[in-house]
């Protein structure tokens, strides 16, 4: 596995515990020194929680996260000798992900002729484009959008701005990437090219999970691969958090993943859930917090803060009666696979789409971040779900539905990877709609047609009717003349 280091804070982390071989390759000095001086970790981690009044900051984090995706992408192709290595192992597959438009050229480097593209979030909409699949955003959310699939005029207006944003992002960082290579590699493909040629499109997304949605065969469900569940018996507690489940009947799961830290909150924030938790001692709650040995809990028994949990086993425990969560995509497949009622606060990003792809389901309600500062409406969100039992019951079936579809995630994965080597990427998979521009792909142009040769017979029409009056009024005019004369 090839991991370049994008963010020096998340340098150490695999993703895999199967992998036996890894080569990391630094983050680039420039991409260091750009992200200290726009405080890129920061931004992801303090003002993540309030980035709805900063939106000129984050628009700005999206620029200088797509130069430096461009410096990294040259540090990539400036390693040579690690290169040489890669080209020599003679790999008959490559699997990149296509938030970085990097791997496509640099497997082509170093000779791997087959390649699939796999998301880690739900789908990309540059992506999708570029294989000419349609993007449907009259009932299909983009990928930023905090919009459901039912959509007014003015929902379906700002959906489709929120598309032609998350594709124009994606493309001003693909072609710096391309940019910032042309001196090492010298392919003369276009970032759209690269993508048409994957032999398949993985997708981090799960059909009996998200909308329905009009797509090509190249594009491979297989969201919820890596969770674990009760059912295959791969989920075990260690005797601590066994203990701390069974300290009360209810026990709550607070956590807002690994890009948002709660020990980031503003003070009113922490506040707010501190007067939750007391108003609720019967409770248990567990709250990932990222400072070691932290106190502002300490006067309440019923809380317990940790700066890690396993968390996917503890939703896997029949005792966890609810996951108040952020509704980032790992989490949001763990709880829908473990079938665990959720309050959701979705921050930034894909997150509020997330919230309502899963709250539609029944099983979640979702709460907006601008409540976290009041105690009263985060408490009787947690208490309604609760108190509920149809929570439960949702999610539990939508965990049933998920365990018994069809084809696992990891058995498409697998089967689809075994076919692209043995097969490569086949021209018949391929839509001629990636060829066409958008007034071709959504048919305006044939619209269009029809609206001129309507217009123009209406014309005629109205041509003719007129000459039909005016010779009608010539005749009377005559007429009358001739019967004064």
């Known amino acids: 596995m090839l991991i370049p280091i994008s963010l020096q804070g998340k340098k150490h982390l695999v993703g895999s515990k199967k992998v036996k071989k890894i080569i990391r390759i630094d983050q680039d000095p420039r991409s260091i020194a750009m992200n200290e001086e726009s ?66 050229p640099l497997f082509d480097h170093i000779g791997i002729k087959t390649l699939i593209n796999a998301d880690s979030t739900l789908f990309m909409d540059a992506i999708k484009y570029s294989l000419g699949e349609p993007s449907a955003t009259t009932f299909y959310p983009s990928l930023i959008s905090p919009l459901p699939d039912k959509m007014s005029l003015i929902g379906r207006v700002k959906n489709t701005i929120g598309m032609l944003l998350s594709m124009y992002f994606s493309t001003m960082r693909f072609e710096k990437e391309l940019e910032m290579i042309k001196p090492y590699y010298k392919g003369a493909k276009t970032w759209r090219e690269h993508v048409e040629g994957v032999a398949f499109n993985m997708v981090n997304s799960n059909r009996y999970l998200d909308y329905a949605s009009p797509t090509l065969p190249k594009t491979v469900f297989i969201g919820g691969m890596q969770v674990n569940t009760k059912q295959n018996g791969k989920t075990k507690l260690s005797k601590e958090w066994d203990e701390v489940l069974g300290l009360r009947e209810q026990n709550v799961l607070v956590s807002f993943g690994s890009n948002a830290f709660s020990s980031d909150m503003p003070d009113e924030y922490k506040s707010a859930f501190l007067k939750v938790f007391e108003s609720m ?55 829908a696979y473990q079938g665990k009622p959720a309050v959701i606060i979705p921050l930034m990003a894909d997150q509020p789409r997330n919230a309502h792809m899963l709250t539609r389901h029944g099983g979640a309600v979702q709460l907006s971040k601008n409540s976290l500062d009041k105690p009263e409406e985060i408490g009787n969100s947690i208490k309604s779900v609760l108190e509920d039992s149809t929570y439960r019951k949702n999610a539990e079936q939508l965990a049933k539905v998920l365990a018994e579809q069809p084809f696992s995630p990891k058995e498409v994965v697998l089967k689809h990877c075994d076919f692209a080597v043995k097969f490569g990427a086949l021209e018949s998979l391929n839509s001629e709609g990636r060829k066409l521009n958008m007034f071709q792909f959504y048919s305006y142009d044939i619209f269009a047609l029809f609206f001129s040769v309507i217009l123009v017979v209406l014309l005629i029409l109205a041509l003719i009717v007129k000459t039909c009056i005016r010779f009608v009024m010539r005749i009377s005019r005559n007429g009358e003349k001739a019967k004064v004369e």
């Open 39 to 104: 405080g890129a970790e920061d931004l992801l981690r303090k003002k993540i929680w309030n980035v709805d009044s900063d939106i000129m900051a984050f628009v700005r984090l999206i620029g200088n996260f797509s130069t430096t995706c461009g410096y990294q992408c040259e540090n990539i192709f400036k390693q040579t000798k690690v290169l040489e290595k890669l080209r020599q192992e003679k790999f008959d597959l490559g699997i990149t992900e296509s938030l970085f438009i990097c791997g496509y």
């Open 281 to 335: 001692p019967n409770t248990t709650f567990i709250w990932k917090y990222e400072i070691e040995n932290a106190t502002l809990a300490n006067h309440l028994p019923n809380v317990k803060l940790t700066t890690w949990m396993p968390q996917n086993d503890i939703l896997a425990d029949d005792r966890l009666s609810l996951f108040v969560t952020h509704g980032g995509l790992g989490s949001t497949m763990e709880l």
